[in-house]
């Protein structure tokens, strides 16, 4: 009797620790798969918004690739809740260097030529919804009249056109240290074969004024410059004039100024086109392939603008 006493303690005893056995194990389970936030023990994917404020960082406000990353925010919806905060192009490439300084999560808002490709190591984000469009020209607009006023200025301007590595090597020698004068004197003396086909059947003049405008983006100043450069050893006197998207616009077609090496097109100056096109004269593109996006450090574990994470 004794003895089944002991064997019946030894069975409840050895009943009770399996059963806290099996409840330790389904605690350390549900643990798990809380911490890991998904079924599997695979980590969820860091919230980079929350770490950034939910900002990306942009430049001039009214700009193509501004307006484009506003109308992302509309449209995707995992995106609710983000802002755009507009600056200048150099806060914020001052902004962009500085986080990858610190190995820091950023977004900004980027476009292609720019010198900061070749510096640091990026990616464009996937814009499954198109809202970015595809590659985009950037073009020479003139005044109207120019042609019949100014005939070798209108066909120096006509016949400008180069690559984008072109340009990136005079943004980094900007970048580097170099004004945007003695980059451009220094491309222009390296790449006199490229130069000769912008100035063939243009005449030399006598001090004849010429005034481009140009928004104040490294790839603007780049251009705008070498072709100032070129237009100086023919002769030429050249005013160069920084200004505003719109007001860059608004300043040719009323003929206040003779030209722009910097128009953005089909994206970028939409709206500016829409409300000044007809009154400027269109030389068609100088360059091709441009790019306009949401930009992102290689660094993040990110591709995909749908790949981040609503603010709500």
Not at 55 to 60: A, F, H, L, P, S
């Amino acid at each position: 009797m004794l003895k089944e006493l002991n064997l019946k303690k030894l069975g409840i005893a050895a009943g009770l620790s399996l059963t806290l056995i099996a409840a330790g194990c389904g605690s350390s389970d549900e643990e798990t798969e809380e911490n890991t936030g998904s079924e599997g023990g695979e980590e969820a994917a860091t919230n980079y918004g929350e770490e950034m404020g939910y900002e990306i960082t942009g430049i001039e406000p009214g700009s193509g690739v501004v307006s484009s990353a506003e109308t992302a925010i509309e449209d995707y919806e995992n995106l609710a809740g983000w802002e755009v905060v507009t600056s200048s192009s150099g806060a914020m490439a001052t902004a962009l260097g500085e986080a990858i300084d610190n190995e820091e999560p950023i977004i900004v808002t980027g476009w292609t030529p720019h010198w900061k490709f070749a510096k640091y190591d990026l990616k464009y984000l996937e814009d499954p919804k198109g809202v970015f469009g595809e590659a985009e020209e950037i073009k020479t607009m003139v005044r109207k009249g120019l042609e019949d006023e100014k005939p070798n200025a209108y066909k120096l301007l006509d016949q400008f056109a180069w690559e984008t590595s072109d340009m990136e090597s005079i943004m980094l020698n900007i970048q580097d240290g170099a004004t945007p004068e003695e980059a451009a004197a220094t491309w222009v003396e390296e790449n006199a074969d490229k130069v000769a086909t912008w100035t063939e059947g243009v005449e030399d003049v006598d001090g004849e004024e010429v005034e481009l405008v140009y928004v104040e983006w490294d790839s603007e100043v780049a251009s705008t410059h070498v072709v100032a450069e070129v237009m100086k050893q023919k002769g030429f006197d050249v005013k160069v004039t920084p200004l505003d998207n719109a007001v860059m616009w608004q300043t040719v077609a009323d003929g206040e100024a003779d030209g722009m090496v910097a128009a953005w097109l089909p994206a970028t100056h939409e709206a500016q086109f829409a409300e000044y096109g007809d009154a400027v004269v269109d030389l068609g593109a100088n360059l091709e392939g441009a790019k306009i996006g949401l930009v992102v450090p290689k660094y993040m574990d990110v591709d995909s603008i749908e790949d981040l994470q609503s603010a709500e």
